[in-house]
């Protein structure tokens, strides 16, 4: 079973960048997919980021441009670049993985997170 390990959170102003690091160890298979997801307080869990293991990577529209995921050469450890962030990024980020990815990333595994906190 794969387990997944989040750091890097933190608290920054308008505009600060953080990387967030994820370690996931166990094998992750042919078929996972890889990623990040989100939950801000009174809202719905989002799924920010992810890697397909076809190399296919994904972003939800907001934050397009401004966060970059990435994933080591052994493949288990996991980063996400956020540049210029908003409040409205403001959430615990979770490290999550999709062990049978298709089209649809839909992570059955997640970490136990890190809050992201943006003030204006």
């Known amino acids: 079973q794969v387990q997944l390990v989040e750091s890097g959170g933190g608290s920054v102003q308008t505009g600060g960048s953080l990387r967030l690091s994820c370690t996931a160890s166990g094998n992750l298979g042919a078929w996972y997919c890889l990623g990040w997801i989100r939950r801000a307080p009174g809202k719905e869990r989002e799924g920010v980021a992810h890697i397909h293991h076809t190399g296919e990577i994904r972003y939800v529209d907001t934050v397009k441009g401004r966060f970059t995921i990435s994933q080591a050469n052994d493949k288990n450890t996991l980063y996400l670049q956020m540049n210029s962030l908003k409040p409205e990024d403001t959430a615990m980020y979770y490290c999550?993985?999709?062990?049978?990815?298709?089209?649809?990333?839909?992570?059955?595994?997640w970490g136990q997170g890190t809050q992201v906190t943006v003030s204006s």
């Open positions: 999550a993985y999709d062990p049978i990815c298709g089209d649809t990333f839909r992570p059955n595994y």
